[in-house]
């Protein structure tokens, strides 16, 4: 019978890293945006916001009723599943209208950073997994976000991208790199043209012709290429860890929550089931697990790195104490709403490897000028 990965380490001494996905989320995307004091919110309702703004403009009176709709709160996804399943071809019209919208203001909001734009929480964490002794190895990143910050990080870093699925790229734009660290796009990319193989391309003029899931309650992913790349997600998410940054599991994405599920507990290695990080805001973090208590979940508040940093940072009194009470702990998280927590996590995991004298120079050394920064150095 063979032996496993770890047997095997464990017969030459040998510690295997720990093997590492991401899943993002548009808090990710908006974790950046913040940390480059862009101007706007790519968050759901200051999309919504922002499209209700356009709709009531319109002389059509039918879209200024949906731009109430939106004033008043109502979900972006549910409205748009609503119109869409109505079976009217006004109410179908509206849906692809709210659809035109919603992206228009991602790819506004987006391109007002500039060509120039470098985005830093992401260059700094792939940068972060070239570090021979963080004792981590980046196997799979997975993300439902429609821009490409993501793969931007990846090409300064890695100089090209893996979309795990057959793709050909302008010659000005990404490089394709098929054995780098795979990045699967669960909803597609409004980057994608629908070709075969799939064209990555700055602009793409159809709406058509752009390939990607808009936001609803029903996610169709049953065709090309999502069938695959949900596929290669399951076949994938093959890790120790899963640290999932600005995306709440919502019931909006039941088969996100499934592929999890499924992938945390049926392990084909016949390891224990893979630890989730939750990256997020504290109270964001306890809606989650109490929402989910079926997966096995690790909040913000319980990574080591972070509660270290926090009692740096804010309780320094306590730094050489063997044990900080925990209502001191959660008296200092309830001011982390008005933090970057992507940044406070990514600074966290760096400071403990700084502090710690472990090098963090790499070749790119995005990491350490983001640790260094941090530190005041």
Known sequence: MGESRQEKASLYGKKMPTKVAYLFGAGASQGELSYGDAPKSILMQAIADGIALKMSREPYRRLRVVSNDLVEGI??????????????????????????LFRNEIEETIGQLGGSFTPALFTALIDMHSISRLGEELVLILTTNYEDL???????????????????????????KEDGVPILKLHGS???????PIRVQKKIRKEKDIIWIPPGVVKKRQYYPFDVVWGRARELLECDTLRIIGCSLSRNDWELVSLVHTTQK???????????????????????????????????LEIPE?????????????IDAEEVPEERIE??????????????????????LYYDRVPIRTRKRYFEKFILRGLGL
Not at 190 to 196: A, D, G, Q
Not at 331 to 352: M, P, Q, S, T
Request: net charge positive.
């Open 75 to 100: 979900n972006i996804e549910d409205l748009i599943t609503l119109y869409e399943m109505s079976g009217t071809r006004e109410y179908s019209e509206i849906a692809e209208k709210l659809k035109t």
């Open 150 to 176: 993501i793969e931007k990080a990846m090409q300064l870093v890695k100089g090209g991208i893996n979309y795990s699925i057959k793709t050909i790229c302008t010659a000005d734009y990404y490089r394709i």
């Open 190 to 196: 409004f980057n994608w043209k629908n070709s075969y």
């Open 266 to 300: 049926l392990r084909t290695d016949r390891k224990a089931p893979y630890m989730i990080e939750l990256i997020d805001f504290p109270d964001q973090c306890e809606e989650i697990k109490k929402q989910h208590g079926y997966l096995k979940i690790k909040t913000i």
């Open 306 to 318: 972070v509660r270290q940093f926090l009692i740096r940072t804010y309780l320094p009194s306590y």
């Open 331 to 352: 008296g200092v998280a309830k001011y982390l709403d008005k933090e970057n927590i992507f940044a406070l996590w990514l600074r966290a995991k760096g400071e403990k």
